[in-house]
């Protein structure tokens, strides 16, 4: 089928996932937010999305191939070379790391994922009076997170699924908040009328953007 294209194979993994063909949570969080996001607007792929999708496609070669009405023979020549609608830009190299930055904050910085951003954003807790959450600091291009007795187990979920690195400072914070839970110091402002946070030890974002420690692998 001279006309596949790696747009088309998003097409058919989208429908896999809407009829339930396709429930790995990864994959299907992966392909939904991709077709909504790049497919339904034709936008442009990134090369490491393309791949992401014909790595996926590869598991379901025999069903793909009927869907596209192509012998399997015929699917897996069109793997080794696949066609795009519109030619993917270059992907960039930024690693998925998260430091602690102190005062029981924590910084994400890594490439765009959608689906990581829905995470990061649903970190907010329900109860007013809490301080956790998460807001992008536009400037450094990064996300920083509150961590909360409420929040904690979601964050841990966060790198863990997402395959985040992470330094021994990190590390260091995460398993006190294991052990027990780490009290932020808050204060109420009385000329604003609202609770804040104090802000002590706290490692500049510049810092962390120019910092040379490596991350150590999970």
């Not at 790595?55 to 793997?79: C, N, P, Q, S």
């Not at 690693?95 to 930055?101: A, H, I, K, L, T």
């Not at 959450?133 to 187990?153: A, M, P, Q, T, Y």
Request: proline share 3%; with cysteine.
């Amino acid at each position: 089928m001279s006309s596949l294209t790696v747009e088309k194979i998003l097409d058919f993994l989208y429908a896999e996932v809407v009829y339930g063909k396709l429930v790995d949570e990864w994959k299907c969080s992966f392909v939904t937010n991709v077709h909504y996001n790049v497919i339904a607007k034709n936008g442009q792929l990134s090369t490491k999305q393309g791949e992401i999708a014909l790595k996926i496609v590869k598991g379901m070669r025999v069903e793909a191939a009927a869907y596209f009405k192509m012998t399997v023979a015929a699917f897996d020549a069109w793997l080794e070379s696949p066609r795009y609608d519109r030619k993917p830009y270059l992907s960039a190299n930024i690693p998925r790391e998260v430091r602690y930055m102190g005062d029981g904050r924590l910084a994400f910085r890594f490439k765009l994922d959608p689906t990581v951003v829905d995470d990061i954003k649903g970190l907010k807790s329900r109860n007013a009076m809490t301080l956790d959450g998460s807001v992008f600091d536009r400037k450094h291009r990064l996300w920083i997170v509150s961590v909360s007795g409420l929040n904690v187990e979601r964050v841990l979920n966060i790198i863990d699924r997402h395959k985040f690195q992470h330094d021994q400072s990190t590390y260091d914070f995460l398993s006190h908040w294991l052990q027990g839970g780490i009290k932020n110091e808050v204060e109420y402002d009385a000329a604003t009328g609202k609770f804040v946070m104090q802000l002590r030890n706290c490692l500049p974002l510049a810092e962390i953007m120019r910092s040379s420690v490596s991350l150590k692998p999970r």
